[in-house]
């Protein structure tokens, strides 16, 4: 049983949108702090956008603000990624991401870090290209 699986990922044309979801099974993600997290070739898994159980906290990286927006279905258990405005330097391959208990204050303001969530989905490929 996979707790989270993710589904959305395909190739897509510069400057084009994309919506990737993300399905949670065997547990509520209304106690959990949420993510997205990608990895482009040759480089570590770095997150992209995440946000705390209560929506009070978000962290987007620098490189998606304004074009990528977290959000979830609490009813369906799911949450997902909003892409827009694609661009080829967010190919990779895009995980979610969930963790309990939350990251505190003391995390820092960026908190949105692989190293800080323990339950992954397996992953699904962006190819953004012409």
């Known amino acids: 049983q996979s707790p989270l699986v993710e589904s959305g990922g395909g190739l897509v044309r510069p400057g084009g949108s994309l919506r990737l979801s993300c399905a949670a099974s065997?547990?509520?993600?209304?106690?959990?702090?949420i993510g997205w997290f990608r990895q482009a070739a040759g480089k570590e898994r770095e997150g992209v956008s995440c946000i705390s159980s209560s929506g009070g906290r978000t962290n987007y990286a620098d490189s998606v603000k304004g074009r990528f927006t977290i959000y979830k279905d609490a009813a369906k258990n799911e949450f997902y990624l909003e892409m827009n405005n694609l661009e080829s330097e967010d190919t990779g391959v895009y995980y979610c991401?969930?963790?309990?208990?939350?990251?505190?204050?003391?995390?820092?303001?960026?908190?949105?870090?692989?190293?800080?969530?323990?339950?992954w989905g397996q992953g699904t490929q962006v190819t953004v290209s012409s």
């Open positions: 991401g969930a963790e309990t208990p939350e990251p505190t204050p003391s995390y820092g303001d960026w908190w949105c870090r692989a190293e800080v969530f323990g339950t």
């Open positions: 065997g547990f509520s993600l209304d106690y959990y702090a």
